[in-house]
């Protein structure tokens, strides 16, 4: 093939993916010296002005092997006569599937450019390279490109660990996939942890400085009888660096979304509030679960945070809620400060399911069941 002259031009009229060229060069550096790219992708660090340049070289030479069919993207905001703002590229693999890969400008990014760019080369790829399946896959915690991907229509296909090789390490990963006959629209309900902001507690995101204060409530003896044996409550730094880590996926999926309780003035870790078990058959009911640091327990400060989460989940979508109908929890049989809580935010005792709660001590007490309608 002659480069850069058969390789396609596609756009949208905001976006347009084209050949890399010399002049491009420049923006590639300032791309590759910043810490994202440097944290999320496989650049050599340092990055020289010399790897820009044999990066834009070797474009040339994929498009001739047909290894990798690699775009710089042009948009608003991109840098330099060429308005260079990223790379994008599909590696094709095993016949009928490839794999992409892209990198935004720090100048162009959060404008919607690289979602428009995934946009044109997928449907490209799928219909002038017969592609039927485009692969995607990131660092865990690359919420950013998952959001894109996520935005193209994308199926997220699971986590998998120590599946990226990067600088001599293996990194867990995420994958996903968008099939030829996929519609393009999100396929699960990305939920966020909207602040929620009462009296005397402010609901938020759970942030790295909640370490501390997250692992003492999550040790604490009360916690260790009631909560101890729950899976994937982290109880060590390991544990919350993971948790940290992947804060934004569940969320992503529709399947969980997790606030911290924060004091409302100095936003010190009160406790979490998490709600999970979205129905998949009505979808409209959820589960709601908590835990207090032992500090902040005895003063209705969970109450008046549940009251916030209880609105925001019946709140209507146009309300900025959750549209929930129904929300449901369990406490163990003899947790009364758990049920206290409960029935204080209104919630109704509605039955037990019999010895299926598994306590720290290696005893089985019944689960206290309770639920509230919107
Ligand atoms: C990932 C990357 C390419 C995204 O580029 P971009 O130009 O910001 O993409 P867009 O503006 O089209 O979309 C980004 C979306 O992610 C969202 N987003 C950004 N950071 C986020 C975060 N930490 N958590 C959740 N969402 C995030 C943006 O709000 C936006 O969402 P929207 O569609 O609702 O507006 C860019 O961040 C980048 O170059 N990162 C470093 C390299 C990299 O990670 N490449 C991918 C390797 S797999």
């Known amino acids: 093939m002659r480069f850069p002259a ?24 300032q791309q590759c010296i910043d810490p994202g ?37 042009e948009a ?14 599909i590696r094709p693999g095993a016949p009928g599937i490839g794999e992409i890969a892209f990198g935004a400008h720090p100048g162009v990014r959060g404008k919607g450019v690289m979602t428009r760019a995934v946009a044109l080369i997928c449907d490209w790829a799928f219909e002038e390279k017969g592609l039927r399946r485009i692969e995607w896959q990131c660092n865990a915690g690359n919420l950013a490109s998952w959001r894109v991907v996520w935005r193209n229509g994308f199926t997220f296909e699971g986590s998998a660990r120590s599946l990226l090789p990067q600088r001599g390490e293996l990194l ?14 999100p396929k699960t309900r990305w939920l ?9 507690v402010a609901l938020r995101e759970v942030v790295a400085d909640d370490e501390q ?21 982290p109880r060590d730094e390991a544990a919350f660096a993971t948790r940290f880590r992947d804060r934004g996926l569940a969320a992503s999926l529709g399947q969980h979304v997790g606030w ?70 369990g406490a ?21 399911d019999r010895r299926c709660y598994l306590l720290d001590d290696g005893s089985v007490v019944d689960l206290v069941r309770f639920d509230l309608l919107r």
């Open 37 to 73: 790219m440097q944290q999320f992708t496989t650049v050599p660090v340092p990055y020289t002005r010399q790897d820009a340049a044999d990066f834009v070289a070797r474009r040339a030479e994929k498009w001739g092997d047909d290894s990798d069919w690699g775009f710089a993207i």
């Open 172 to 185: 867990d990963g995420w994958r996903g996939a968008l099939l030829a006959t996929d519609s393009r629209e």
């Open 332 to 352: 163990g049989d003899g947790n009364v400060a758990s049920q206290a809580v409960a029935r204080a935010v209104g919630f109704v005792e509605t039955g037990r």
């Open 6 to 29: 058969d390789v396609p031009v596609l756009s949208d009229g905001a976006v347009t993916l084209r050949a890399a060229v010399a002049e491009d060069a420049e923006g590639v550096y």
């Open 192 to 200: 966020a942890p909207v602040r929620l902001t009462g009296e005397r």
């Open 260 to 329: 911290t309780v924060a004091d409302r003035y100095d936003d010190r870790y009160l406790g979490s509030i998490d709600m999970f078990g979205f129905s998949s058959i009505d979808h409209a009911s959820a589960e709601v679960g908590y835990r207090m640091h032992p500090d902040a327990r005895g003063k209705g400060l969970l109450a008046e945070g549940l009251r916030l989460v209880v609105r925001h989940a019946f709140a209507s979508d146009r309300e900025g809620g959750l549209g929930l109908q129904r929300l449901s929890l």
């Open 213 to 233: 204060r997250y692992l003492e409530s999550s040790n604490d003896p009360t916690s260790l009888r009631w909560l101890g044996t729950i899976p994937g409550l």
């Open 76 to 89: 608003e905001g991109g840098v330099g006569p060429t308005r260079f703002g990223g790379s994008i590229s």
